[in-house]
């Protein structure tokens, strides 16, 4: 952890040093879309709720698409402590989760692939094959956030479901010095750790100049609880799988810009940005194999079995995720034009160490029996026994036990998984609008170009199989895993019927790291052997882009036509491996469309709002998906690998809207929506068909094919409502409170090239979130209530084999009370409810995993000057 601790901080330094020293400096450039236009000074420190609300109502009702949009408070931070947080607000945005942290999200129900991420309205690409992460946007960095659900000309079409763009800090907007801080510390109920928050943002700025700095650190210490259940005939258990995580994690990030306009006629900004996101896991985990116990009987709600083999898994393993972006750009005005441009560097990174310790029983005489209880279908209850042998020789129930036998193991091996993946992009961005007249109706036109020229790949993955145990001996060298078993019992919520003591993973990752490079020195092992050759690739990627658009408005009309081309040229290389050798192979790729779009506004009355849009977008499969690697097993006939031939989603639609502004910042609202997508990406197992892998004399056309396929007939549908309002008509002592509230109701389904009509992952009937709030007399307090409906989580060949996560809420609650006008506490609680994640198999009859993660609290100060 330390060593991460220090390459954020080097960085971060580098950054800051980077961002003022500079000798030049651009501004950010203005999008009419998202950014706030200016609004009178408020009494932040007295209604940063309603004050909020304002700023985003004011962003939403300008904006000439339909957008979503959240307003930071007068400290330029949410509450919510990522961008993951602060989104699941919005209406018809589902958040997925990871051990009960907020990770990505899920715009109008659509997998989260559709939805692309910019910053200040440049596209970035998602660390993790294009998917962005919002766990790792802290805060302090961001200004605003809005939800593009139309896009416009001049946005890149790279989108189907929305496009998120986040703002960060305007220094120019600063009058002199000001500084904004936040400490935050707080216990988690599960496993008794801590979080912490440290926030600190500098700036200055006047007329001509501006400069700004911003660290951020939120790291935590979590306990989860989970439990995973396997099935066989009648859903009968055949496995019962029972971990706990201990995690320690962190968002850090720094920020820098500076920007200058010498006159009314040049703005210039130069800004970067790097967040990242650690996860330090340590996973103690065994499972109960019921489908080899030597005797006994098992039905679906109960059983009893004698000789039951034992497994664990041992493991102390990382994830790192980070994004670096910097934006050097300007605008200029020259006559009747305006003239933008931004040239932007991108690197992400993804990456993932996890080796897990395998441990297997080899003597039956340590093989566990046991009675379990399954009819709630919740957690099972395993009552824990011995196993003996009679004088027969016939295997019985020996004495019970509370306890499970963490050390009877004879066979210890190490399953080695590695993954890491890159990107790098640059993209050139020139824009050009004019005001101009249309007989007597006011228009703009507005075209431009843009060239992004990307870089994905990867060293490769891993998940080598090494016989530890053997090879140690074979050397002399000591190896006893039993020696990390520690007398520290699982700090857990879960009654699983017996009891177990943690291992000591990260003393048993430091002997195996030493064991590991004495068997690379001895010759019996070759760490580069571990990289599977047919995941290594490389990918470019060069899109170029034209869009011309132009707006006319006149009387209560608004209407925007336009259209943008793309043409991306692709290279894919990477290794096949036949299982004699691996042997590079390059494919090339293009590919152009047109994407239109219209977008009709009209103000029936001072307060009534109706919209009207019709839209396109595409989604490219990730970087892995479309790689030109595979890996090919004639003994099993079969084939597992990218798809270069995979095509691009497509998707056209319309959006119609209704906005009612029924007084100062406050609207309730109704959208409807419709999508029809072509080319569904979907992973499948099929048949071949083609000769794409024969060789040799081999004929492989009827080989079975795992690998990413497209499907036809996509359609996503919805319907939301949104209200805001503080509700000022309230008398005292009731004045203050008010309600954000939001419901979507979703539909969506593709077919698949075998005929079977299928959901879209991620998509739930029902998206619904909530917030009453009262702030007056200094107090600002929030109750947060999220639903969603059970969603598709993965596609089987068989329906009755998808995956789905079952209906999930949340409670959560924030308060803050100020001081002074500078000085402020607050108060979070999450998760008020102890809610589980619950996934299950084809019928909610069959769960298959359970997670548990507690209440986390947060208690701080913060200070604005």
């Not at 899920?106 to 992460?133: C, H, K």
């Not at 896009?151 to 986040?166: D, F």
């Not at 510390?185 to 700004?212: I, K």
């Not at 931004?342 to 441990?359: A, D, G």
Request: hydrophobic share 35%; charged share 20%.
């Amino acid at each position: 952890m330390l060593s991460t601790q220090r390459h954020f901080k080097q960085r971060a330094l580098a950054l800051v040093c980077a961002s003022l020293c500079s000798g030049g400096a651009l501004a950010q450039q203005n999008s009419e879309h998202i950014v706030a236009p200016v609004m009178e000074e408020l009494l932040v420190t007295a209604r940063p709720i309603a004050d909020s609300q304002a700023q985003s109502i004011a962003l939403q009702r300008d904006a000439v698409n339909v957008i979503s949009a959240i307003a930071a408070d007068d400290i330029g931070r949410f509450p919510d402590h990522t961008a993951a947080a602060a989104l699941a607000r919005l209406p018809a945005v589902a958040v997925q989760r990871d051990q009960g942290q907020p990770r990505y999200i899920q715009v109008r129900g659509a997998p989260a692939r559709w939805t692309t991420v910019s910053f200040d309205g440049i596209n970035v690409l998602g660390a993790e094959e294009r998917i962005f992460r919002f766990d790792s946007v802290p805060a302090a960095v961001m200004d605003s956030v809005a939800i593009s659900k139309t896009l416009t000309p001049e946005m890149s079409a790279e989108a189907l479901a929305g496009q998120v763009n986040i703002q960060t800090y305007s220094p120019l907007n600063s009058e002199g010095f000001s500084a904004d801080l936040d400490v935050g510390y707080g216990p988690m109920e599960l496993g008794d750790g801590n979080q912490e928050r440290y926030s600190g943002r500098l700036a200055w700025g006047n007329d001509t100049f501006g400069a700004v700095v911003a660290l951020s650190t939120y790291s935590m210490e979590q306990v989860t609880d989970n439990n995973e259940i396997a099935y066989g005939e009648g859903d009968t258990p055949s496995l019962f799988d029972f971990r706990s995580y201990q995690l320690e994690r962190e968002t850090n990030s720094a920020m820098g810009k500076l920007e200058f306009a010498p006159s009314a006629s040049h703005r210039f900004v130069l800004s970067s940005l790097y967040t990242e996101f650690l996860d330090h896991e340590l996973r103690n985990m065994y499972q109960l194999s019921l489908a080899d116990a030597i005797a006994g009987s098992a039905e679906p709600n109960s059983g009893e079995l004698i000789g039951v083999p034992v497994q664990g898994w041992l493991q102390d393993g990382d994830y790192e995720n980070s994004t670096f972006t910097n934006t050097l750009g300007g605008d200029h005005w020259a006559g009747e034009w305006e003239i933008g441009w931004r040239v932007n560097y991108t690197e992400t990174e993804s990456s993932f160490k996890l080796p897990i310790i395998l441990r297997n029983q080899v003597d039956p005489t340590e093989f566990v029996s046991l009675r379990y209880e399954h009819s709630n279908r919740g957690l099972p209850q395993v009552e824990l026994y011995g196993t003996t042998f009679n004088a027969q020789g016939v295997p019985i129930m020996g004495e019970a036990t509370e306890a499970l036998n963490q050390t009877g193991y004879g066979f210890d091996g190490l399953v080695n998984y590695l993954g890491d993946s890159q990107t790098e992009s640059m993209t050139y961005k020139l824009d050009f609008a004019r005001d101009w007249q249309m007989g007597s109706v006011d228009a703009q036109l507005k075209f431009g170009v843009q060239y992004d020229d990307r870089e994905a790949g990867s060293p490769g993955s891993s998940s080598a199989f090494v016989t530890v145990s053997p090879l140690a001996q074979a050397i002399g060298l000591e190896w006893n895993p039993n020696q990390y078993v520690t007398d520290d019992p699982w700090d857990t919520d879960f009654d699983r019927g017996f009891t177990a003591t943690y291992v000591d993973n990260e003393g048993l990752r430091d002997h195996l790291d030493t064991t590991l490079a004495a068997l690379t020195d001895a010759g019996l092992i070759n760490p580069d052997e571990f990289i599977s050759p047919e995941t290594q690739y490389t990918v470019t990627e060069e899109v170029t882009s034209l869009y011309a658009m132009n707006t006319w408005n006149w009387g209560a009309h608004q209407i925007l036509i336009g259209g943008r081309i793309e043409q991306v040229d692709i290279v894919s290389s990477g290794y096949l491996n036949d299982g004699e050798g691996s042997y590079p192979v390059t494919r090339r790729s293009d590919d152009t469309r047109f994407y239109p779009s219209v977008h009709w506004n009209f103000d029936i009355s001072e307060t009534l709002k109706y919209r009207l849009a019709l839209v396109t977008g595409s989604s490219r499969p990730t970087f892995s998906q479309m790689r030109a690697g595979a890996s090919i097993s004639d003994a099993g006939q079969s084939v597992s690998g990218g798809n270069p031939d995979v095509e691009t989603e497509f998707a056209k639609g319309l959006d119609t809207a209704l906005e009612w502004y029924f007084t100062d910042a406050a609207v309730a609202s109704v959208n409807a929506f419709y999508r029809d997508v072509d080319n569904v990406l979907f992973d499948s197992v099929a048949t071949i068909g083609d000769d794409r892998y024969n060789s040799d004399g081999i004929d492989r056309s009827a080989y079975e094919y795992e690998t990413t396929r497209n499907g036809d007939d996509g359609k996503l549908a919805g319907v939301e409502f949104s209200y805001q309002h503080q509700w000022d008509f309230l008398p005292e002592p009731w004045y203050g409170f008010g309600m954000q509230a939001n419901i979507a109701f979703l539909d969506g389904e593709f077919t698949t090239p075998d005929g079977r009509t299928t959901a879209f992952p991620g998509t739930s009937d029902k998206v619904i979130n909530t917030s009453v709030f009262y702030e007056n007399f200094g107090w600002s307090i929030r109750l947060n209530w999220q639903w969603r409906d059970a969603w598709l989580d993965d596609i089987s060949p068989d329906a009755d084999g998808d995956y789905y996560w079952q209906d999930t809420e949340r409670l959560d609650l924030s308060v803050r009370y100020q001081i002074t006008e500078a000085i402020g506490l607050y108060m979070d609680i999450n998760n008020l409810t102890d809610e589980l994640g619950i996934r299950y198999q084809g019928n909610e009859n069959r769960p298959v995993e359970i997670e548990g993660f507690g209440k986390r609290y947060l208690f701080g100060v913060r200070a604005s000057f």
